[in-house]
């Protein structure tokens, strides 16, 4: 498997959810599954605000948009 890192196309995308990280680095097969695993792991309706952390009562996220994602591999992480 091989590491990917997965970052919003436009860095002031609302939907990214992690504002304070640029990219997130995870292992995967391919890049369809790097994008598979980001979905999993951040799902597609996001909760609220931290005002009203309801369930499914964010806006949508990037299961719609494919294209709003670069994914690109990167080299493994050193270890810590």
Not at 10 to 36: F, H, I, S
Not at 60 to 79: H, K, M, N, R, T
Request: include cysteine.
């Amino acid at each position: 498997m091989a590491w990917f890192a997965v970052s919003p196309r436009d860095p002031a995308d609302p939907r990214w959810p992690l504002p304070d990280r640029d990219c997130v680095r995870l292992k995967a097969e391919d890049v369809p599954d790097a994008r598979a695993k980001f979905l999993q792991a951040y799902p597609s309706r996001p909760f609220g605000t931290p005002a009203s952390p309801v369930p499914d009562a964010g806006t949508s996220g990037f299961a719609e948009d494919p294209q709003a994602l670069d994914i690109v591999p990167i080299e493994a992480p050193s270890s810590p």
